[in-house]
Nanobody
């Protein structure tokens, strides 16, 4: 059974930092690109970042480029999202997802999803 479990969300003031974690079980970590998405209240879920566990290639949405950093620990089958200089508009539920597709920026590319972790940034 595939499971993706996010943690690390919380309440933070604008300008602060948070580190999200996603632990993966039940799938071949090297075969999957791991993505982070977020969904703000009343909005569509959107791509945030992705990392290829096999090559280490990283991808970012323009809105988080230079502030968020995605990484992975293949030994621990974990993916992380370091979020710096947080803004109120970063407030959302953040989801970890896995895909074997070469395309990795669309929600439809991903087969497996975690339950999400809530991030709230106060102004």
């Amino acid at each position: 059974q595939v499971q993706l479990a996010e943690s690390g969300g919380g309440l933070v003031q604008a300008g602060g930092s948070l580190r999200l974690s996603c632990i993966v079980s039940g799938l071949t970590f090297y075969s999957n690109t791991m993505g982070w998405f977020r969904q703000a209240p009343g909005k569509e879920r959107e791509f945030v970042a992705a990392v290829s566990p096999s090559t280490g290639s990283k991808y970012y949405a323009d809105s988080v480029q230079g502030r968020f950093f995605v990484s992975r620990d293949t030994a621990k089958k974990s993916v992380f999202l370091q979020m710096n200089s947080l803004k109120p508009e970063d407030t959302a539920v953040y989801y970890c997802a896995a895909t074997v597709s070469k395309s990795n920026k669309a929600e439809s590319d991903y087969k497996y999803w975690g339950q999400g972790t809530r991030v709230t940034v106060s102004s």
